[in-house]
């Protein structure tokens, strides 16, 4: 048995075939998202295991920096890895064995979000205790609890607030300068660049995973939600929004929205994504949705030099 690190250049065509049947069904361990990093100076990796000559565990991750500097998340962002494994008595061997490579490659910085519970045990890892918030949207008849929310839903409505798919070639200057204008509210550089959503919106064409949805009003840009359909759950991934269009409550119809086209596609769980410890404003709202927390474990590790940079 023996652990491996690959770039997509060391792929073989077999090992694809291999790779590709234990992560199936996962958009955010497919090669086309994997890829996209490029665009935010990082290197998509899948670390396997193989025994008998066959591959029978994976773990997709991006590797960021050079060198001494290298640094690994699995995922990053809010975008949960998983260790896909064969489904057999030595699944947990398989993980032990990654784990232990990924430890001794000699990372700066290692970050393993474990979303999925599928890691039992991690020697030489420190854990961080990570959470969301989930609504199960599952019921035909779902609507959020908070009556104000309902209400704001309404108003949306009535005033035709219109929620549209996301076109590239109409809307991207317009989502440029939004997405810029947002930022600069909360006092932030951009945290993506322009590469990079303008790679994510053309992906956005081919893969229905990928819901990207715009409002805007009398030509203006008012809104952008940017969502991911993982497994069972669509994830409010990044929202963008002009204040100055509050009133029009176009956020709440697109949640709301949101919500109808996780029940269409029989998929339980609208995911509201992280809060930082210090927005209670902004956890209070998403529990308004009937969201509840979902904690989950980040396996992480710093060298001495990763502890000081």
């Known amino acids: 048995m023996q652990a491996t690190r690959l770039t997509f250049f060391d792929i073989s065509p077999a090992q694809q075939i291999e790779i590709d049947s234990l992560i199936s069904g996962s958009f955010f361990a497919s090669y086309n998202f994997m890829f996209l990093w490029r665009y935010m100076s990082g290197k998509a990796v899948y670390w396997i295991v193989e025994e008998n000559n066959e591959i029978v565990a994976v773990l997709p991750a991006v590797e960021f920096g050079v060198g001494k500097l290298k640094r690994m998340q699995a995922l990053p962002d809010g975008c949960y890895s998983s260790i896909f494994t064969k489904e057999n008595a030595q699944a947990g061997r398989y993980k032990n064995e990654l784990h232990k490579a990924v430890l001794s490659y000699g990372y700066q910085k290692l970050f393993i979000y474990d979303y999925y519970n599928s890691i039992s045990k991690a020697e030489g890892y420190d854990i961080l205790q990570c959470q969301t918030t989930l609504v199960d949207v599952s019921s035909p008849d779902w609507q959020p609890p908070d009556k104000k929310l309902q209400s704001e839903i309404r108003k949306a409505e009535r005033e035709n607030v ?137 396996y992480s590790h710093k060298s001495l030099l990763g502890k000081i940079f």
């Open 162 to 298: 219109l929620v549209e798919k996301f076109n590239k070639e109409k809307h991207f200057k317009q989502f440029n300068a939004l997405m810029k204008q947002t930022e600069k509210r909360h006092n932030r550089s951009p945290k993506y660049s322009d590469t990079f959503f303008a790679a994510l919106a053309e992906l956005s064409e081919s893969d229905n995973r990928i819901i990207w949805n715009w409002c805007e009003h009398k030509g203006k840009a008012v809104s952008s939600h940017i969502n991911f359909i993982e497994k069972n759950q669509i994830i409010n991934w990044q929202v963008y929004f002009d204040k100055q269009f509050s009133s029009l409550k176009a956020n709440q119809k697109m949640l709301f929205d949101l919500a109808k086209t996780a029940r269409d596609k029989n998929i339980q769980y609208l995911n509201l994504g992280a809060s930082p410890i210090d927005t209670p404003t902004l956890l209070e709202y998403k529990n308004k949705w009937g969201g509840v927390t979902k904690e989950y474990i980040c």
